[in-house]
T-cell receptor, first 112, second 113 residues
Framework: QQQVKQSPQSLIVQKGGIPIINCAYENTAFDYFPWYQQFPGKGPALLIAIRPDVSEKKEGRFTISFNKSAKQFSLHIMDSQPGDSATYFCAASHQGAQKLVFGQGTRLTINP | DAGVIQSPRHEVTEMGQEVTLRCKPISGHNSLFWYRQTMMRGLELLIYFNNNVPIDDSGMPEDRFSAKMPNASFSTLKIQPSEPRDSAVYFC???????????FGQGTRLTVV
């Protein structure tokens, strides 16, 4: 019940395309859903986060879509750029930012 | 702000040796987390502290692992004795208990040979 399942494991998109990464969870107590971006040799960096009281959140080119009834959420990257190539992790927690449970990660490659 | 600072960045040690990883959280943050990242298991939470007190250590794999937070600006993760299967990248992260978003350090890449 503590798992967060993420797909796909890897994704290759052409520059300008819209990669979509999906996550699903079981624990209905989760109330905070962040996405992290990790470049090689670096720590994960918080990208964008959403709470279950809204269905969508946009920050720049990054959008989270949230479906509470389906217990799913996804990350969309508009107008993707080669610099967006990284590993993306979804996560979930309850009690605020405490005890994040991470998905397995998606390695995204944006081809020029 | 310098962010979360971890040391060393890389550590190579022989099996059976004691290893100590260090972390300085962001000033003012009162929650601190230790994560381990491997290809097989992804990012796993090992332990976290609130206001220097360990809250949940259920992710600590074995008694060989221990973590301390003697004050608000310093934490250690110790492995004694180390084993090859402990090889991983260990991350420290910090946040405010009352806020959202945990900030990660650069990690320590541990190799046990």
């Amino acid at each position: 019940q503590q798992q967060v399942k993420q797909s796909p494991q890897s994704l290759i998109v052409q520059k300008g395309g819209i990669p979509i990464i999906n996550c699903a969870y079981e624990n209905t107590a989760f109330d905070y859903f962040p996405w992290y971006q990790q470049f090689p040799g670096k720590g994960p960096a918080l990208l964008i986060a959403i709470r279950p009281d809204v269905s969508e959140k946009k920050e720049g080119r990054f959008t989270i879509s949230f479906n509470k009834s389906a217990k799913q959420f996804s990350l969309h990257i508009m107008d993707s750029q080669p610099g967006d190539s990284a590993t993306y992790f979804c996560a979930a927690s309850h009690q605020g930012a405490q005890k994040l449970v991470f998905g397995q990660g998606t390695r995204l490659t944006i081809n020029p | 702000d310098a962010g979360v600072i971890q040391s060393p960045r890389h550590e190579v040690t022989e099996m059976g040796q004691e290893v100590t990883l260090r972390c300085k959280p962001i000033s003012g943050h009162n929650s601190l987390f230790w994560y381990r990242q491997t290809m097989m298991r992804g990012l796993e939470l090992l332990i976290y502290f609130n206001n220097n007190v360990p809250i949940d250590d259920s992710g600590m794999p074995e008694d060989r692992f221990s973590a301390k937070m003697p004050n608000a600006s310093f934490s250690t993760l110790k492995i004694q004795p180390s084993e090859p299967r402990d090889s991983a990248v260990y991350f420290c992260a910090s946040s405010l208990v009352s806020a959202t978003g945990a900030f990660f350090g650069q990690g320590t890449r541990l190799t046990v040979v």
